[in-house]
């Protein structure tokens, strides 16, 4: 069974920085493209980031462009999603996603930027 | 970046009844278009991809079309367990840009 788990989420204040995880088992990860989805408070879905198999390619929204960096250990199953500089409007719900189709999705970790 | 218009905002349906939600692509996204369900405090699932294929699990009510710049997703008999949120995903170009989601509900 596939499974996400994404942790790290949580209140921060603005111009801090976070670093969230994804743990995934139940599929061959290091096959995979992965990416981040954040979802913010009753809104709709955007996508934040990919990371190619072995992660040597990766591709962000402008808006995130230089303040977060995915990346991805294959040894631990693992995805991250480092953020810096943080801003009120990245409070959101982030979503940890496997393949192109975003075929699973994680339970989600809400980061939420308030001083 | 391509844009995603997906319409209606909101839909209200009777138990058996046949719904479409469509989703406009500001190009061409040659089929790379995928549709998901969201239920109220949960994680979205996918529920078809290359436009027209069915997820495994997602019941056979469920199903796609479309091609170029429309897409539609078409629910053959809403059940109790459909209502929730729909969303559309280009995955032709990075970014890739979600619709702005349908809000289904029960009549």
């Known amino acids: 069974e596939v499974q996400l788990v994404e942790s790290g989420g949580g209140l921060v204040q603005p111009g801090r920085s976070l670093k969230l995880s994804c743990a995934a088992s139940?599929?061959?990860?290091?096959?995979?493209?992965m990416a981040w989805v954040r979802q913010a408070p009753t809104k709709g879905l955007e996508w934040v980031a990919s990371?190619?198999?072995?992660?040597?390619?990766?591709y962000y929204r402008d808006s995130v462009k230089g303040r977060f960096t995915i990346s991805r250990d294959n040894a631990k199953n693992t995805l991250y999603l480092q953020i810096d500089s943080l801003r009120s409007e990245d409070t959101a719900t982030y979503y940890c996603?496997?393949?192109?189709?975003?075929?699973?999705w994680g339970q989600g970790t809400l980061v939420t930027v308030s001083s | 970046d391509i844009q995603m218009t997906q319409s209606p905002a909101s839909l209200s349906a009777s138990l058996g009844e046949t719904i479409s939600i469509e989703c406009r692509a500001s190009?061409?996204?040659?089929?790379?278009l995928a549709w998901y369900q969201q239920k109220s405090g949960k994680s979205p699932q996918l529920l078809i991809y290359?436009?027209?294929r069915l997820q495994d699990g997602v019941p056979s009510r469920f199903s796609g079309s479309g091609s170029g710049t429309q897409y539609s997703l078409k629910i053959s008999g809403m059940q109790p367990e459909d209502e929730g949120d729909y969303f559309c995903?280009?995955?032709?170009?990075?970014?890739?840009?979600f619709g702005a989601g349908t809000k289904l509900e029960l009549k």
């Open positions: 995903l280009q995955g032709s170009k990075f970014p890739n840009t």
């Open positions: 990371i190619s198999t072995g992660g040597g390619n990766t």
């Open positions: 139940g599929f061959t990860y290091s096959n995979y493209v």
């Open positions: 996603a496997k393949d192109i189709w975003f075929a699973y």
């Open positions: 190009e061409d996204i040659y089929s790379n």
């Open positions: 290359a436009a027209n």
